[in-house]
C-alpha cells in the first residue's frame, strides 16, 4: 500500500479531456469556479492569488504554462524557469483544486492559426519594446478562458498593462468571467516578486530594489506638485546611476485606459528596465 502521506492531494491533468473532466467534477452541486492561469515558478505573489481566488469561489483551478506565444525568438522561452513538482506542492498547500498542466499541443494543436490582436490599453509601454507580447496572452488566456470557463479569474497588478489588456479581451468578446486584480506582493525592500528575479546576481538583487523606490520619489514629487517630465527624469537618472541599464520606459497613464493622464482621473506609473541581462517592470498608483 503507498503511504498515504505521499499521495498528491491534488488532481492534476494534461489534456482537455481530462480537465473538462474534473471541471464537471468541482462544479457539481452549482459551485463557483476561480481560476488563476500562471506561468509556473510560482512565488507568494502567485500563492497570494490563489490564496484569495479561495475567498472568492468554492473551488479554484490553477494553470501552469509557459506559453511560447508571448516570447520573441529572442527572448527567454528556453531559461524561462520551470518547476512543476515544486509548484504542485506549493499549490497544494495554498488550497488549490485542480492544476492544469497542458503541453503545448493542447494549446496550439497541428493546424491552429488564430491569433487575438489587441488595441487600446495594449497600445504603447510593453507593445513598444515586445510587440508580439499582448497578442499572445490575449490568444492564450482566450483559450484558457473557454478551456476552464471560470465565473473569476485572478491576476496581479506587476503586470498592470497586462490586467487592462485582459479586461478589454473579456469586455469586448463578452466573456463572462469577473477580472480581478490584485495589489503588488513585495520583498521587505520593496522589489516587486517576479519568477524572473531568479535570474538577478547577488549585486543584481541588491539593486534591485531602487527600481521601486524610485517610483515613490516621482509618486512624491507628483504629489508636491513637481512636473512628471522632471520627475521622471530625475528617476531615470538615479537608476542609471544605481547601475541599471536601458531604461525602456518610465511613464505617467491614465491608470484605466492607460492613455495619456487627463485631469482628475486615477494615474498610475509604469517602468521597465534592464538590470544586467534581467528586465524589470513595476508599476505604482499615484
Ligand atoms: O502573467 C502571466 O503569467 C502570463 O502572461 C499569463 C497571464 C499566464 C498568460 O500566459
Same mark, same amino acid.
Given at each position: =500500500?503507498?503511504?498515504?502521506?505521499?499521495?498528491?492531494?491534488?488532481?492534476?491533468? /494534461?489534456?482537455?479531456?481530462?480537465?473538462?473532466?474534473?471541471?464537471?467534477?468541482?462544479?457539481?452541486?452549482?459551485?463557483? *469556479?476561480?481560476?488563476?492561469?500562471?506561468?509556473?515558478?510560482?512565488?507568494?505573489?502567485? *500563492?497570494?492569488?490563489? /490564496?484569495?481566488?479561495?475567498? *472568492?469561489?468554492?473551488?479554484?483551478?490553477?494553470?501552469?504554462?509557459?506559453?511560447?506565444?508571448?516570447?520573441?525568438?529572442?527572448?527567454?522561452?528556453?531559461?524561462?524557469?520551470?518547476?512543476?513538482?515544486?509548484?504542485?506542492?506549493?499549490?497544494?498547500?495554498? !488550497?488549490?483544486?485542480?492544476?492544469?498542466?497542458?503541453?503545448?499541443?493542447?494549446?496550439?494543436?497541428?493546424?491552429?492559426?488564430?491569433?487575438?490582436? =489587441?488595441?487600446?490599453?495594449?497600445?504603447?509601454?510593453?507593445?513598444?519594446?515586445?510587440?508580439?507580447?499582448?497578442? !499572445?496572452?490575449?490568444?492564450?488566456?482566450?483559450?484558457?478562458?473557454?478551456?476552464?470557463?471560470?465565473?473569476?479569474?485572478?491576476?496581479?497588478?506587476?503586470?498592470?498593462?497586462?490586467?487592462?489588456?485582459?479586461?478589454?479581451?473579456?469586455?469586448?468578446?463578452? =466573456?463572462?468571467?469577473?477580472?480581478? !486584480?490584485?495589489?503588488?506582493?513585495?520583498?521587505?525592500?520593496?522589489?516587486?516578486?517576479?519568477?524572473?528575479?531568479?535570474?538577478?546576481?547577488?549585486?543584481? /538583487?541588491?539593486?534591485?530594489?531602487? *527600481?521601486?523606490?524610485?517610483?515613490? !520619489?516621482? @509618486?512624491?514629487?507628483?504629489?508636491?506638485?513637481?512636473?512628471?517630465?522632471?520627475?521622471?527624469?530625475?528617476?531615470?537618472?538615479?537608476?542609471?546611476?544605481?547601475?541599471?541599464?536601458?531604461?525602456?520606459?518610465?511613464?505617467?497613464?491614465?491608470?484605466?485606459?492607460?492613455?495619456?493622464?487627463?485631469?482628475?482621473?486615477? @494615474?498610475?506609473?509604469?517602468?521597465?528596465?534592464?538590470?544586467?541581462?534581467?528586465?524589470?517592470?513595476?508599476?505604482?498608483?499615484?
Amino acid at each position: =500500500m503507498p503511504d498515504s502521506a505521499h499521495l498528491p492531494r491534488i488532481a492534476s491533468v /494534461r489534456t482537455l479531456i481530462e480537465l473538462r473532466r474534473q471541471v464537471a467534477h468541482l462544479r457539481k452541486d452549482g459551485a463557483r *469556479l476561480a481560476f488563476v492561469p500562471t506561468m509556473g515558478a510560482l512565488h507568494e505573489g502567485h *500563492l497570494d492569488l490563489v /490564496r484569495h481566488a479561495k475567498t *472568492l469561489a468554492d473551488k479554484v483551478v490553477v494553470s501552469i504554462f509557459v506559453n511560447p506565444l508571448q516570447f520573441a525568438p529572442t527572448e527567454d522561452l528556453d531559461r524561462y524557469p520551470r518547476n512543476e513538482a515544486g509548484d504542485v506542492a506549493l499549490l497544494e498547500g495554498v !488550497g488549490c483544486d485542480l492544476v492544469y498542466l497542458p503541453t503545448p499541443d493542447v494549446l496550439y494543436p497541428e493546424g491552429f492559426v488564430s491569433r487575438i490582436e =489587441m488595441n487600446g490599453p495594449a497600445l504603447g509601454l510593453e507593445s513598444d519594446f515586445r510587440p508580439h507580447f499582448f497578442s !499572445g496572452v490575449a490568444t492564450v488566456v482566450a483559450k484558457l478562458f473557454n478551456q476552464v470557463r471560470p465565473d473569476i479569474a485572478v491576476f496581479g497588478e506587476k503586470d498592470y498593462q497586462q490586467l487592462a489588456v485582459i479586461r478589454a479581451l473579456v469586455r469586448d468578446f463578452d =466573456m463572462a468571467i469577473d477580472i480581478i !486584480g490584485l495589489a503588488t506582493v513585495r520583498e521587505a525592500d520593496g522589489l516587486a516578486l517576479s519568477s524572473r528575479n531568479a535570474y538577478l546576481s547577488p549585486q543584481e /538583487r541588491a539593486i534591485a530594489p531602487k *527600481l521601486h523606490q524610485a517610483l515613490q !520619489g516621482v @509618486r512624491s514629487a507628483l504629489l508636491a506638485g513637481e512636473d512628471a517630465d522632471a520627475a521622471i527624469a530625475n528617476a531615470s537618472a538615479f537608476l542609471q546611476g544605481a547601475g541599471f541599464g536601458q531604461i525602456d520606459y518610465i511613464a505617467l497613464r491614465d491608470a484605466e485606459t492607460l492613455s495619456d493622464v487627463r485631469p482628475n482621473r486615477p @494615474r498610475r506609473l509604469l517602468a521597465a528596465l534592464w538590470l544586467g541581462k534581467t528586465r524589470l517592470i513595476d508599476n505604482i498608483a499615484v
